[in-house]
């Protein structure tokens, strides 16, 4: 990069130079996919890349959307209600995931600003869904969460509750699409993504999002359609 020369030139200068390295993260996790899915046999088509962008501001997402990627995922219903407003409306085909667990008070909330939900994980949840989706005409995807490590810290159903849940979804007007789950942090991944894919085939369910930065490879060889993945795409978060 030559020195600027003028006033007007270091802004257009820095924000090019971002937008190739936003690329070239972007290139070097989907060539990681690629590879992943040569060697397992899948077709890469079939991955959906979520860069997660929570406790990341406008700049950092910006520089992402220059680059090409559409699909987000937050964590937060309050985070992604002052962030997204305003980038949908500067940047078409946006489409947004809830991946953190959601209070059913803030239901109506995420329907309007989410296109998928990955946390559906109890029947109270559905239910404020449902009565949310029936005021509105928006309809996001909805994935069971499940608590495939059987954490007592985290979000999710238990394995035995899971059939049950998607009855309930199902008798309530909505379409679950898939499973969604995140591995215990200390442990070999593998087992657990096996599970969750085993689990989404038996319940005829198309969608499985597990699989994020530190591991996202091995999920997509073990069936992935939706990876999450933050910290590769967006650098560490403080
Ligand atoms: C933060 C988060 C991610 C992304 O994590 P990285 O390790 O930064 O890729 C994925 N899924 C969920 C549910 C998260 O909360």
């Excluded at 600003?113 to 996001?140: E, K």
């Excluded at 999920?219 to 967006?234: D, P, Y």
């Amino acid at each position: 990069m030559s020195a600027p020369t003028s006033l007007f030139e270091p802004t257009e200068a820095v924000t090019t130079d971002t937008e190739v390295s936003a690329a070239d993260r972007i290139a070097e996790v989907q060539s990681r996919i690629n590879l992943a899915c040569r060697a397992s046999g899948r077709d890469a088509a079939g991955v959906a890349l979520v860069a997660v962008s929570k406790t990341f501001g406008a700049d950092a997402i910006t520089s992402l959307l220059a680059a090409g990627q559409k699909r987000f995922g937050e964590n937060r219903v309050q985070e992604a209600a002052e962030k997204w407003p305003a980038l949908r409306a500067g940047w078409a085909g946006i489409e947004l995931h809830l991946v953190g667990q959601l209070q059913s008070n803030k239901a109506a909330e995420a329907v309007a600003l989410f296109d998928v939900i990955h946390s559906v994980d109890r029947a109270s949840l559905v239910a404020a869904l449902a009565r949310a989706m029936a005021a509105t005409d928006r309809r996001p995807r909805l994935l069971v969460q499940v608590n495939i490590g059987d954490e007592p810290q985290k979000g999710g159903c238990s394995l035995g509750e899971m059939p049950a849940l998607i009855a309930s979804a199902r008798s309530a007007g909505l379409d679950i699409c898939g499973l969604m789950a995140v591995p215990p942090a200390d442990r070999d991944p593998a087992p657990f993504f096996a599970l969750l894919q085993k689990l989404a085939h038996e319940q005829g369910l198309p969608e499985i999002s597990m699989g994020m930065s530190g591991d996202f490879p091995i999920a997509v060889q073990l069936g992935a359609t939706m990876i999450r993945v933050g910290s590769a795409l967006f650098g560490g978060r403080s």
